[in-house]
C-alpha cells in the first residue's frame, strides 16, 4: 500500500513515504478500520478511508497515551491498494519463548537477550542508524507480531523508530550478529490499544 494519515483538522500522522513508495504490510496486523477499508480495494485501486476512534486507536476521551502515529479520535487515510499477495509462513517461535531463559542476559532496563550467532562487526548501531534486518517478532505465546519474511527476507529499519526494547538491543549488536532478546511490556507497546500485550520476542539478524 502507499498511504497518508491525518486528523479530521489536517495534521498528518504517518505515511508509507516515511518508508518508500510503498510499504507491504498484513492485513490482520493494521487497525480495524484501515483492514476493513483495504479488504474492500481491488489492486490499483485509492480510496480515502474516514476511520472513526473505536476502529482506530480509540477515542479522544479514553485517557490513553499513544505514541505520536497512533493518535486518539476520528482518522482520515487516504489509500492506494499498489497489490496483494498470500503472505509467506514466517518461522516459530523459539520453542522457550515463553519464559526468559535462566542462561540469558540481562540489562538493567529488563530486557534480556541471548547470543545466537556471533558477529564479524566491531561498530554498534545508533539511535540515528539505519539498519538492515532479518527479524521475526512474536507474542510470549507464540503468535507472530511481525516478520521480514513478509518483505523478502529483509528489511531497513530506523534504530528510533523501533520500540524501546529492541533499539536498546540494537545498539548492543555488531554486523553480523544474531541474537534472540525478550522485552518486557514496559519496553514493548506498553499497553497501547491494537497492539500485542505482555511480553514479546524477537529474533534478528544484523546485516
Known amino acids: 500500500v502507499s498511504y497518508t494519515g491525518r486528523t479530521p483538522d489536517g495534521r498528518q500522522f504517518d505515511s508509507s513515504t516515511a518508508h518508500g513508495e510503498a510499504l507491504s504490510v498484513r492485513v490482520d496486523h493494521l487497525i480495524p478500520g484501515f483492514s476493513q477499508g483495504l ?3 481491488v489492486p490499483g485501486e485509492k480510496r480515502r478511508l474516514w476511520i472513526p476512534a473505536r476502529l482506530g486507536y ?3 476521551d479514553s485517557n490513553i497515551e499513544t505514541a505520536p502515529r497512533q493518535p486518539l479520535g476520528d482518522l482520515v487515510f487516504d489509500v492506494e491498494l499498489v497489490g496483494f499477495e498470500k ?3 514466517p518461522p516459530a517461535a523459539p520453542k522457550d519463548a515463553g519464559a526468559i531463559p535462566a542462561d540469558a542476559e540481562r540489562s538493567a532496563s529488563g530486557l534480556a537477550w541471548r547470543v545466537v550467532e556471533a558477529g564479524t562487526g566491531t561498530d554498534h548501531p545508533l ?11 512474536w ?5 507472530v507480531v511481525d516478520s521480514s519474511v513478509f518483505r523478502n527476507g529483509r528489511d531497513t529499519l530506523g534504530v528510533m523508530r ?3 526494547g529492541w533499539s536498546e538491543g540494537m545498539k548492543l549488536m555488531v554486523e553480523g550478529e544474531r541474537r534472540v532478546f525478550w522485552i518486557p511490556e514496559d519496553l514493548a507497546f506498553q499497553g497501547a490499544p491494537h497492539r500485542p500485550a505482555g511480553m514479546l520476542i524477537v529474533d534478528v539478524k544484523f546485516h
Open 39 to 41: 479488504k474492500m480495494m
Open 58 to 60: 480509540g477515542e479522544l
Open 87 to 89: 503472505a509467506p509462513t
Open 127 to 137: 539511535d540515528t542508524s539505519m539498519i538492515e534486518v532479518s527479524y521475526t517478532l
Open 139 to 143: 507474542t510470549a505465546d507464540g503468535e
Open 162 to 164: 523501533l520500540i524501546p
